[in-house]
């Protein structure tokens, strides 16, 4: 194990952070991905510190395939551009860059952070200042120690600055900060302690389990999309039964999930014994092949067990108007997006009615009033169109309103 020094707060030099060589950590650099390596060597030849970073490089530690793979550097996001041609500038507060791969794939690349992350200039360059960091300042500012770990593929090691690589091997789920600061700072994080204990099948510790119990409703005061993309996270997982049952043990189901939590416990039913956790089991099996389904098809099978009970399914004049508004209010909190809900409520109303034909053409409304033939001449009369407009060509040379010279 190697030892990486810096100067204090106080200017004296003190240990900064492990160094772990692949002699220790054993990393198999086959399954690390050849496009992360080559971004990661790209930004090194340019003279910048740059790691694959995050849950990429705790899935190599515990001996799992990485879903994703993401970058940290400490080059600014025009910087990375002039990098790489292909990359792309997202966000306004805090810029990442995607640097495409191909057509569809590409690697997240981030700047370190600093502690803080606010800016308090409305500047750009003393916005960037306040916003990007050193290494260290981007490991303090992490989730979870097992999340703060920097691998670097080149020199085939590990940098670790808060204790993670010690976590990790001993299966221990903890927090950069004490739980309860933790979790008051972002309620998000609760649901992430669940995810991780089972993703990593780590014991999820007993005060944090009880914290969690006691806190559980400050998720409500997250953003909604926030908590619905870590609902999608968990169901492209290929853990979703797992998360979701060590959820309702820790009360999380119900907050999330109040329709379905209530709609079980009307029918007395457990939730690991539902139809709705019997779906989950193949929607993991599907993503364990690399065959996740789209949001919509997940969102979908989440609550068409709700939709389908409903009465009004059959007797309402515009059911698929309804579907859409009760499967809006039935997910809150969660916030899907409107295709995904009108997705969604087109495949429960084809399970409902399999054999209900589509709307006649005549009631779908027009976006522009039918206009007489008598109005449209001759071409409009054929085609059902309106005649173009003949536009007046302007002379060029002279201008407008002036007589011309005389000779």
Not at 125 to 139: F, I, K, V
Not at 172 to 191: N, Q
């Amino acid at each position: 194990m190697l030892l990486r020094y810096g100067p204090s707060k106080d200017g004296r030099i003190e240990k900064k952070a492990h160094i772990y060589t692949l002699a220790e950590h054993g990393i198999d650099t086959h399954q690390v991905d050849p496009d992360a390596s080559w971004v990661v060597r790209q930004l090194r030849r340019e003279g910048f510190q740059a790691y694959i970073v995050g849950g990429a490089v705790r899935d190599l530690l515990i001996g799992r395939h990485p879903k994703d793979f993401d970058i940290a550097t400490d080059a600014h996001p025009l910087q990375i551009r002039r990098v790489f041609h292909s990359a792309r500038i997202i966000g306004r507060r805090f810029r990442i860059v995607h640097v495409y791969c191909g057509r569809e794939k590409y690697i997240e690349v981030t700047t370190f952070r600093s502690r803080s992350s606010v800016g308090t200039s409305s500047s750009r360059t003393s916005h960037d200042n306040n916003l990007y960091g050193t290494m260290e300042e981007d490991a303090e500012r992490r989730d979870f120690t097992m999340n703060a770990l920097y691998y670097n593929p080149v020199g085939r090691q590990v940098i670790d600055y808060v204790g993670g690589y010690a976590d990790i091997k001993a299966r221990r789920i903890k927090t950069l900060l004490p739980a309860e600061t933790s979790f008051a700072e972002d309620p998000v994080r609760m649901i992430r302690a669940v995810k991780y204990a089972c993703l990593a099948d780590f014991p999820l510790p007993p005060g944090m389990a009880n914290l969690i119990r006691r806190q559980k409703e400050s998720i409500l005061s997250c953003s909604r999309e926030r908590v619905t993309e870590e609902v999608y996270k968990i169901l492209t997982s290929g853990k979703a039964e797992g998360i979701l049952e060590l959820a309702d043990r820790m009360q999380l189901f119900a907050v999330i999930f109040p329709a379905l939590d209530a709609s079980f416990h009307a029918a007395r039913q457990k939730v690991a014994d539902t139809p709705l956790f019997a779906r989950l089991r193949s929607l993991d099996e599907r993503a364990r092949e690399g065959k996740a389904l789209a949001r919509d098809a997940m969102f979908e099978l989440l609550f068409r067990d709700l939709a389908l009970e409903r009465k009004e399914l059959r007797e309402d004049v515009d059911p698929l108007s309804f579907l859409q508004q009760f499967l809006r209010q039935c997910s809150e909190p969660l916030f899907p997006s409107k295709r995904d809900i009108g997705i969604a409520a087109e495949a429960v109303l084809r399970e409902a009615w399999p054999h209900r034909k589509p709307p006649a053409a005549s009631t779908v409304q027009r976006r522009h009033p039918p206009v007489p033939a008598s109005a449209r001449g001759a071409a409009g009369a054929l085609t059902g169109r309106h005649p173009p407009t003949r536009r007046r060509r302007r002379r060029r040379g002279r201008g407008r309103g002036k007589t011309p010279p005389q000779p």
